[in-house]
């Protein structure tokens, strides 16, 4: 099984790739999974971090509990355990990560999943990320669907590579 995500579904896939706990709910394993598609999303609240380092936790965390659309985490430290940063650890799935040329900056996705695949590099982990020339965050994915589109063929090749050799939809590969 390979998951894809894009946008907040892409910070959910690698949630999903990074903590075993939520394969687990469903009797799964990380070894279910072939492959983690992340497509347009940061990997940790990095604003966030910015403010600890600028006004303390203490100041932070008092801040985050009375900010009523905060109430679904009841804390900051539940909070960031929803990052998947938090979770990179050895034997995570192959994660590629692909990066609208548009949106490397703001949000600052080009720093947190060059970050994400570096620490996953360290622990043994594949892990890589491509940035998408001329795209957008949103036409990363509108054109997926397009013949021919470019994306569409990272996405194809990176489920090749990791298949395991079965079949693919397009009758390709080997069992």
Same mark, same amino acid.
């Given at each position: 099984m390979f998951l894809l995500g894009h946008?907040?579904?892409?910070?959910?896939?690698? $949630?999903?790739?990074?903590?075993?706990?939520?394969?687990?709910?469903?009797?799964?394993?990380?070894?279910?999974?072939?492959?983690?598609?992340?497509?347009?999303?940061?990997?940790?609240?990095?604003?966030?971090?910015?403010?600890?380092?600028?006004?303390?936790?203490?100041?932070?965390?008092?801040?985050?509990?009375?900010?009523?659309?905060?109430?679904?985490?009841?804390?900051?430290?539940?909070?960031?355990?929803?990052? *998947?940063?938090?979770?990179?650890?050895?034997?995570?799935?192959?994660? $590629?990560?692909?990066?609208?040329?548009?949106?490397?900056?703001?949000? *600052? /996705?080009?720093?947190?999943?060059?970050?994400? /695949?570096?620490?996953?590099?360290?622990?043994?982990?594949?892990?890589?990320?491509?940035?998408?020339?001329?795209?957008?965050?949103?036409?990363?994915i509108r054109n997926l669907?397009? *013949?021919?589109?470019? /994306?569409?063929?990272?996405?194809?090749?990176? /489920?090749?590579?990791?298949?395991?050799?079965?079949? $693919?939809?397009?009758?390709?590969?080997?069992?």
């Open positions: 946008s907040s579904g892409a910070l959910l896939v690698a $949630l999903i790739g990074t903590d075993e706990s939520y394969l687990a709910r469903k009797g799964l394993k990380s070894s279910d999974l072939r492959g983690v598609i992340s497509m347009g999303s940061i990997m940790w609240d990095d604003e966030l971090d910015e403010a600890i380092k600028q006004h303390g936790r203490s100041r932070v965390e008092e801040g985050f509990a009375h900010d009523a659309d905060n109430r679904i985490f009841g804390s900051l430290a539940t909070y960031q355990d929803h990052w *998947p940063i938090r979770h990179v650890r050895v034997g995570m799935p192959p994660f $590629l990560f692909l990066i609208a040329e548009a949106e490397k900056e703001h949000p *600052p /996705v080009l720093k947190t999943d060059s970050t994400f /695949v570096e620490r996953a590099h360290a622990l043994k982990n594949q892990a890589e990320y491509k940035i998408l020339p001329g795209r957008t965050h949103y036409s990363a669907s397009q *013949p021919g589109d470019a /994306v569409f063929s990272i996405v194809r090749d990176f /489920v090749r590579q990791f298949s395991g050799g079965g079949l $693919l939809p397009d009758g390709k590969g080997q069992r």
